[in-house]
């Protein structure tokens, strides 16, 4: 089965491909997707819709995992401007008739690292280790 994970955001969409073979997992791709700070939010949002369709396009995932919404107190717009770019990832998903299942960041970063609360640097460490690489970060 081939899987494509996405970290949402307006400014730094980050994602990867992964296949899966009866328990085994390789590496497909791994990137991100940048907009420019400066941009309007639709011009943003316009080209993270148009990445992912072509990221779709090219490597056929049957399946999407994306991050859950969450808020934390001292950010509260987070969730709301990771909401857009989520709402891009479930409208390009369902155009390409693929399902999407929301996971929380903790129950991730648990599965990968054993501790809910990783850092990203944590993360990446564990990713490449993980698939024996250190070239895609």
Known sequence: MRILGIDPGLHITGYGIIDSDNGEYQIVEAGVVRTNKKDEMELRLHEISKELKNIIAQFKPEAVAVEDLYSHYA????????????????????????????????????????NGRASKRQMQMMVASTFGTSDIF
Do not use: C, D, Q, W
Not at 93 to 109: D, L
């Open 75 to 114: 950010h509260p717009k987070t969730a709301i401007i990771m909401g857009h770019a989520r709402g891009i990832i479930f409208l390009k998903s369902a155009e390409a008739n693929i399902p999407v299942f929301p996971y929380a960041s903790t129950r991730i970063k648990n599965s990968l690292t054993g």
